[in-house]
C-alpha cells in the first residue's frame, strides 16, 4: 500500500509540474535518441560498406603501384604475366582518369578508365545492349568505348547509344556498348563511366605504364600464396624498395573497413551518450530543487508517522520514472529519425536494437544513480526543521 502510494504522491507531483518535468526529461531524450541515431546510421554505413565488398568477392586482391625512383609503373605485359601464376584465375589493370566526353551539344565530365576483357568477371560489369571489349581490340588500340547507363542517359537521353560516335577529350570513339545499370558504391556512381581498352587510354592520357590491378584468384585459400608470389616478384623489380608497392586483399580491405567503422560508431555514440550524463545531472538538480520545495510536506509527512524509506521510496520512484519515461521518449524519437534518414536519403540504416535496450537500461541507471542524493536528502531531513521552514 505504502509503496503504490510513493507511486501515486510521484505522478502527482510530476504531473503538477509538467513543464519542468519535460525539461528535466529533454536531456534524457536527446541522449538516447542521439546514440540510437548514430549507431544506428554506423551500423547501416558498415553494412553497406561489407556488402558492397562481399559482392567483389573474398578472393581478389588490389595491387597499387608506387615505384622507385623514374621506374613507377608496370609494362602491359608485366601485369598480364601474373595470370600465369599457380592460383591465379584472372588478372585486371586499369588506368583511371577524368575526361570531358561530348555528343553533339551535350558534353560532360566523366570518369574514364582503361580497362581489358577480363574486367568483365573482375568487377562484375556487364553491357545490357552491345558486346563488351575484346582482345583484339586491346591489340589494335582500337577506338570503341563501353558507356555507363548514367552517362548515356544524360548525353543521349532516350537515344540507344550503341553504334554512335562519342568524343573522348576531342577524340572520337564508336560506342560499342552500354553498361549494365549498378547504382552507386562507397566510390561513387557505377552508371557514371566510360571504359576503353587499355591500351588505348594509354594514348588518350599520355600515361605510359599501368600502376593498378586486380587479382582474381581461384580459390579462398589461394589468396596467401598468390599474394606472396606477387610481393617476391616485385621485391625483385624494385628491389625491395620500401612503399614501392602495396598489395591489399579483399578480406584484408573488409576488416580493416569494418574495425574503423565500428570504432567510429562507437566513438560517436559515446560522443552522444554524454548527453546522458547531462540529463541526468538536469535530474540530479531539479529533484534537489524539488526538494528544497517541499521541505515542509516532507516534515508534515514525518510528523504524522512517515518512515524514513518511505520518503526515500517516494522521491527514487519520482527521479526514476522521470529518466524511464525521457528514455522511452528517446527511443520512439531514436527510431523515428533513424527511419527518417533511412527513408529520405541515401545513407543506409541498420537498426540497432541492442543499442535501444542498452540505452533504456542506461536511462534506468540514472535515473537510480542521480535521483539516489536529492531522495537521501528528503528522507534526512528532520521533522522539526522541515516544519520550520515557509
Known amino acids: 500500500m505504502i509503496f503504490f502510494q510513493s507511486i501515486r504522491m510521484a505522478l502527482m507531483s510530476i504531473i503538477g509540474n509538467k513543464v519542468r518535468s519535460f525539461l528535466t526529461m529533454l536531456g534524457i531524450i536527446i541522449g538516447v535518441s542521439s546514440v540510437i541515431l548514430l549507431v544506428s546510421v554506423g551500423q547501416g554505413v558498415t553494412g553497406q560498406i561489407s556488402g558492397q565488398l562481399s559482392d567483389l568477392g573474398t578472393n581478389q586482391m588490389a595491387v597499387m603501384i608506387t615505384g622507385r625512383g623514374a ?4 609494362e602491359y605485359d608485366e601485369v598480364m604475366a601474373y595470370a600465369k601464376l599457380p592460383g591465379v584465375d584472372l588478372v585486371s589493370p586499369s588506368i583511371s582518369s577524368n575526361i570531358t566526353a561530348k555528343y553533339r551539344t551535350k558534353n560532360k565530365s566523366v570518369p574514364l578508365e582503361g580497362v581489358t576483357p577480363s574486367y568483365e568477371k573482375v568487377k562484375d560489369f556487364h553491357v545490357q545492349s552491345g558486346r563488351f571489349l575484346l582482345d583484339i581490340d586491346i591489340q589494335y588500340r582500337q577506338k570503341v568505348a563501353l558507356i555507363g547507363a548514367g552517362t548515356a542517359k544524360k548525353l543521349y537521353g532516350t537515344e540507344n547509344p550503341v553504334g554512335k560516335d562519342i568524343q573522348l577529350n576531342g577524340n572520337t570513339f564508336t560506342i560499342v556498348g552500354l553498361l549494365q545499370a549498378k547504382g552507386t558504391s562507397m566510390a561513387g556512381s557505377n552508371d557514371d563511366k566510360i571504359l576503353i581498352p587499355v591500351s588505348s587510354a594509354e594514348r588518350l592520357l599520355q600515361s605510359k605504364g599501368i600502376q593498378n590491378f586486380t587479382v582474381k584468384v581461384l580459390a579462398d585459400e589461394d589468396v596467401k600464396p598468390v599474394k606472396s608470389r606477387i610481393g617476391s616478384i616485385l621485391d625483385k623489380k624494385f628491389l625491395k624498395a620500401k612503399d614501392s608497392y602495396f598489395v591489399y586483399d579483399s578480406k584484408e580491405i573488409m576488416d580493416t573497413v569494418k574495425k574503423t567503422t565500428n570504432t567510429l560508431s ?13 540529463g541526468g545531472i538536469g535530474i540530479m538538480n531539479i529533484m534537489i530543487v524539488s526538494v528544497n520545495e517541499r521541505t515542509r510536506e516532507i516534515g508534515i509527512r514525518k510528523a504524522i508517522g512517515a518512515k524514513k524509506r518511505d520518503v526515500l521510496l517516494q522521491f527514487m520512484i519520482e527521479s526514476i520514472f522521470l529518466s524511464t519515461l525521457g528514455g522511452v521518449v528517446g527511443i520512439g524519437v531514436g527510431l523515428g529519425l533513424t527511419w527518417l534518414v533511412g527513408k529520405f536519403t541515401s545513407l543506409q540504416v541498420g537498426y540497432a536494437w541492442n543499442m535501444v535496450v542498452i540505452s533504456f537500461l542506461f536511462s534506468l541507471f ?25
Open 266 to 278: 562507437i566513438g560517436l555514440a559515446g560522443i552522444a551518450g554524454i548527453s546522458l550524463i547531462v
Open 366 to 390: 540514472i535515473g537510480v544513480f542521480f535521483g539516489l542524493l536529492p531522495a537521501n536528502k528528503a528522507a534526512r531531513l528532520r521533522p522539526i526543521y522541515a516544519l520550520r521552514t515557509d
Open 71 to 74: 621506374v613507377n609503373s608496370l
